[in-house]
C-alpha cells in the first residue's frame, strides 16, 4: 500500500507521469479498493479520524483519465465517465430502482439503498437505510444501522484532498431534508431533526444545562438536536441566524431502537 501511495502521490504532481500506463494501473487499483471496500478515504485511528489525501488524489486522478462515454440502461441514457456499481444480489444489497451508485463507492452487504445516490469514494455501512432522494456526497463516511431519511443532502467533500469528508458515526439518525456538509461529524447514534443544517461553521448550541455550550462541525455523540435561530446585531438592526439547538440526549438506559424512539417522542423532534 505505501508503494501505491507513493505512487499515486508523484503522478498527481506529475501530468506526464500521470498519462502513463503504470500511473493508469495504479489509480484503476484504487478505484477498486475502494469499491470492495479494502481501503477507504477516512478511517477512525485511535479515537481520530484520519483522512487519507492520497485515496482523494486517486480518484481526481481517475477523473482526469477516464473519457467520456455513453451509458444505456433500458430507456435510460447517460453520458458520464464513472460506471455505475452492480451485482448488488452478490454483496447483499438492496437496491430500489431508480437508486444509483457509482464504482469507487463501497455499500456493505445489509445496507438498503432506496431511490437515492451514492458517489465515487463514499462508504455506506451494514443495516443503513438510505432514504428515498437522500444523496451520500464523495468520499462521504456513513457508518452502520444509520438512517437516512427522506431528501438527506450528505454533502461530498473532494477537493482539496487534505479536506475531511462528511462523516455520520454508527447509529445516528438523520432526519428529513438535513443538510451536512464541509466535512462536518455527526457522532455515534446522534439524532438530529428534519431539517437541521450542519456546516464546519453552523453554532450547534447545547441548551440542556445551565449555561449553553457551543460546538462547531460537530454533533456530539447521541445528543438530539433540532433546528434553531440566535439573533445577531448587524448595522441595520438585529436579524436572527440558523444555528443547531441541542435540546437532549439519548438515554444509556435503553437500546438503540427505544432510545431513538423516546428521543423523537420525548423531545417532539421531527423526523
Same mark, same amino acid.
Given at each position: 500500500m505505501d508503494a501505491l501511495k507513493e505512487h499515486i502521490e508523484a503522478a498527481f504532481e506529475d501530468p506526464a507521469m500521470a498519462a502513463g500506463s503504470k !500511473?493508469?494501473? !495504479?489509480?484503476?487499483?484504487?478505484i477498486g479498493l475502494l469499491d470492495n471496500?479494502? %481501503?477507504r478515504v477516512a478511517e477512525k485511528i485511535e479515537g481520530t479520524w484520519t483522512t487519507h489525501g492520497w485515496v482523494k488524489k486517486a480518484i481526481l486522478l481517475y477523473f482526469r483519465q477516464s473519457p467520456l462515454?455513453?451509458?444505456? !440502461?433500458?430507456?435510460?441514457?447517460?453520458?458520464?465517465?464513472?460506471? %455505475?456499481k452492480k451485482d448488488f444480489e452478490a454483496i447483499g444489497v438492496r437496491v430500489v430502482p431508480p437508486a444509483a451508485a457509482r464504482v469507487g463507492s463501497f455499500i456493505e452487504s445489509g445496507a438498503v439503498l432506496m431511490p437515492s445516490y451514492v458517489n465515487i469514494g463514499a462508504r455506506v455501512g451494514s443495516g443503513?437505510?438510505?432514504?428515498?432522494?437522500?444523496?451520500?456526497?464523495?468520499? !462521504?463516511q456513513i457508518g452502520r444501522n444509520v438512517h437516512l431519511s427522506g431528501g438527506v443532502g450528505i454533502g461530498g467533500v473532494l477537493e482539496p484532498p487534505g479536506a475531511n469528508p462528511v462523516i455520520v458515526e454508527d447509529g445516528a439518525f438523520i432526519g428529513s431534508r438535513c443538510i451536512?456538509?464541509?466535512?462536518a461529524i455527526v457522532e455515534k447514534e446522534a439524532v438530529l431533526g428534519a431539517n437541521?443544517?450542519?456546516?464546519?461553521?453552523?453554532?450547534?448550541?447545547d441548551v440542556t444545562g445551565a449555561e449553553p455550550i457551543e460546538y462547531r462541525g460537530r454533533v456530539p455523540a447521541r445528543s438530539v438536536v433540532?433546528?434553531?435561530?440566535?439573533?445577531? %446585531?448587524?448595522?441595520?438592526?438585529?436579524?436572527? %441566524?440558523?444555528c443547531a439547538l441541542i435540546i437532549g440526549h439519548r438515554s444509556e438506559s435503553t437500546d438503540r431502537k427505544t432510545s431513538l424512539e423516546s428521543a423523537l417522542r420525548d423531545f417532539g423532534v421531527q423526523a
Open positions: !500511473a493508469r494501473a !495504479a489509480v484503476e487499483e484504487v471496500g479494502t %481501503l462515454v455513453t451509458m444505456e !440502461a433500458g430507456p435510460f441514457t447517460w453520458y458520464d465517465k464513472v460506471p %455505475l443503513t437505510m438510505v432514504d428515498t432522494w437522500a444523496t451520500v456526497g464523495s468520499c !462521504a451536512i456538509v464541509e466535512g437541521v443544517t450542519i456546516t464546519a461553521s453552523t453554532p450547534i448550541v433540532v433546528p434553531g435561530t440566535r439573533p445577531k %446585531l448587524f448595522p441595520a438592526g438585529e436579524a436572527q %441566524l440558523s
